[in-house]
């Protein structure tokens, strides 16, 4: 029953908040997917991937070589790419929620203007309902947004020490 009954209340402030907060729940729920994503990588495939690696790098006779160099920027630059997989997009998705947001207050206060315009501004329910629906896509984007910057601020911080670590770990001592 409690469970119904938050269902019930979701669908209310879906309701109250327009269609936008849709588009807006979809965004969180993708880029905390990505996100999540990206960490079971960095514990879990990275490490097994890092040194398989690095193991072949230190089966090489020779590092020394102007060849041996470019390989190791090669084998650089494959991990590189696997754990900077998604932090683009995750980034846009976190630049996209406050926008969301600031379109669920355009299309709420083009309500209210449109109740002012029908009623004369007799009709303040009629337009207290609009406001509603100019202020929660904008609260949800916000919200949606701060939680995204925390976790890709992140995810960031573990890449680039990943990245270091990574690249220190192929030294060219013979």
Not at 23 to 36: D, E, K, P, Q, R
Not at 62 to 80: F, G, L, P, Y
Not at 136 to 165: C, D, H, W
């Amino acid at each position: 029953m409690a469970m119904m009954d938050a269902l019930a209340d979701i669908n209310a402030f879906f309701d109250k908040g327009g269609p936008v907060l849709y588009v807006i729940a979809l965004l969180s729920f993708i880029m905390w997917t990505l996100i999540f994503e990206r960490l079971w990588f960095y514990k879990g495939s990275l490490g097994k991937l890092a040194n398989n690696t690095i193991d072949q790098w230190e089966a090489r006779p020779e590092r020394k070589s102007w060849n041996a160099h470019k390989i190791r920027d090669a084998m650089i630059s494959r991990i590189r790419e696997q754990v900077d997989a998604n932090l683009d997009v995750i980034a846009v998705m976190v630049t996209l929620c406050p926008l969301m947001g600031l379109l669920g207050t355009v299309t709420g206060m083009i309500e209210v203007f449109n109740v002012l315009s029908i009623t004369g501004g007799g009709d303040a329910k009629s337009m207290a309902a609009g406001v509603s629906r100019a202020t929660i896509p904008t609260m949800a984007g916000m919200v949606a947004a701060l939680s995204g910057v925390f976790g890709n601020t992140y995810i960031n911080k573990i890449a680039k020490r990943e990245n270091q670590l990574f690249e220190d770990h192929l030294t060219m001592d013979h």
